[in-house]
């Protein structure tokens, strides 16, 4: 495993441009497989992920490559064949294949995917989707199994228990190639889901209602792309910048990014008392004093994202008071807890509340990037600290930020990575 090295107590100025949503990159590229004709996308961000992903394609016998911020695939000699495990495992996203899968062969066969452990994530809306469009699902030493019968998938209504990214997403990976009207109702509304929509509307998709809790979709044979596909920005990493650029910031601009997807995290700033001034594609973060504690509640979209609440708690530390956080999605995604109070942080977890006190001395000290988001946090702090901090585990980072050290090192912070490769071998 990788390690990030912060030397901290330098303040940042300068700009830094958001690359393409993580979230949506994880969707699209499995998405991929269900076109009849080569895909392109642009503003890929350069994350592990990504490479984790390719793996897997290429055990499919799909051609991928990977420059410059560009990924071309192609599915044309798409071949069913075993996934590799280890890459299943690295990333929770890799679920999307069951959908993608079911609707370009009729049946699936995947381990459990893995990813961040951030408290349980069933899939269990999933396989109700996957059933309701005529599918049998069966689990067994640790792999699920999709089919279908000769009639394949069918259109059907398919009403959600809970509000779920990956489901939603998985409903429409799986009912947009099958015969018919699929209704999925309780959807949930994230701008990820509205950039797979597009993407699969530009090839001949017929997918109505994305960012509403009812999308309807009539069913098509082919796909077929005829552009590029453009990944819309990174909400989530533009939260966490925004977050640092406050947090131990002399002046900096975000660029690339679309404000309407972080009004509910821009809204707590302001609050807290940042002078944001936001402008069409960007947000400039000014030199920021006397903040006021807030408390903040995470929802499921519109509401403030619970990929954000960890990247929120350094800057929260600043603020005159106490703050609090209740995670209503992720109540144990609490790995950054112990390995700020190492460094110093007055913060602590009660009945599933975060409790953020004022810390004004943050000292360097050798901590764990437990999750993508904890690492995130951790980051913020190693940079508002004094003396050195070593990140381990930065793989989860690098999971999730793209190119991020070249981007710190942009606005005058002092970071570096102990290893030079950025991708693991993930292939059995």
């Not at 269990?124 to 792999?143: C, M, P, Y």
């Not at 009639?151 to 997403?169: C, E, K, M, P, Q």
């Not at 998709?205 to 796909?223: F, K, M, N, P």
Request: hydrophobic share 45%; proline share 5%; glycine share 8%.
């Amino acid at each position: 495993m990788k390690k990030m090295i912060i030397h901290g107590g330098q303040r940042l100025t300068g700009e830094v441009t958001i690359g393409g949503a993580k979230n949506s990159t994880v969707a699209l590229i499995p998405a991929a497989i269900l076109a009849d004709t080569p895909v392109r996308f642009d503003m890929v961000p350069d994350i592990l992920d990504v490479h984790n992903l390719m793996l897997i394609l290429k055990s499919m016998n799909v051609h991928s490559t990977f420059q410059d911020g560009v990924l071309t695939i192609d599915p044309t000699e798409i071949v069913e064949a075993p996934l590799p495990s280890k890459a299943i495992k690295s990333l929770r996203a890799s679920y999307y294949f069951m959908g993608s899968l079911l609707g370009r062969f009729q049946r699936a066969t995947l381990s459990f995917p893995g990813g961040d452990n951030i408290g349980p994530r069933p899939i269990d809306q999933h396989i109700k989707a996957f059933k309701a469009l005529g599918a049998t699902v069966s689990e067994r030493d640790n792999t699920v199994h999709i089919t279908t019968g000769p009639a394949g998938l069918h259109g059907a209504r398919v009403f959600l228990d809970v509000v779920s990214v990956g489901a939603t997403i998985n409903s429409i990976l799986a009912a947009v190639k099958a015969e018919g009207t699929t209704v999925i109702e309780n959807a949930a509304k994230e701008p990820e889901i509205i950039d797979l929509a597009t993407f699969l509307n530009n090839m001949g998709a017929h997918v109505r209602g994305a960012g509403t809790d009812v999308i309807r979709l009539e069913g098509v044979s082919t796909l077929r792309a005829m552009n590029t596909h453009t990944i819309i920005p990174d909400r989530i990493e533009a939260g966490t910048y925004l977050s640092m650029a406050a947090a131990v910031g002399d002046g900096v601009v975000i660029k690339n990014v679309i404000p309407e997807h972080l009004e509910a995290f821009t809204a707590k700033m302001i609050e807290m008392g940042v002078n944001l001034e936001i402008g069409e594609d960007s947000i400039f973060v000014p030199h920021t004093e006397h903040l006021k504690a807030i408390k903040v509640k995470t929802m499921p979209f519109p509401g403030f994202a619970t990929d954000l609440q960890q990247p929120l708690t350094p800057l929260l530390m600043c603020a005159q008071g106490s703050s609090t956080v209740i995670d209503t999605i992720y109540p144990k995604r609490i790995k950054h807890i112990a390995e700020l109070r190492k460094m110093g942080a007055h913060i602590r977890s009660e009945n599933d509340m975060i409790i953020v006190d004022p810390s004004s001395k943050l000292e360097g000290s050798e901590v764990q990037a437990g999750e993508i988001r904890a690492g995130a946090a951790l980051v913020i702090a190693g940079l508002m600290a004094q003396g050195t901090t070593v990140i381990d585990n930065a793989d989860n980072i690098l999971r999730g930020y793209d190119r991020i050290v070249e981007k710190l090192t942009g606005l005058n912070a002092s970071v570096s990575i102990s290893v030079a490769a950025l991708v693991e071998d993930v292939q059995d």
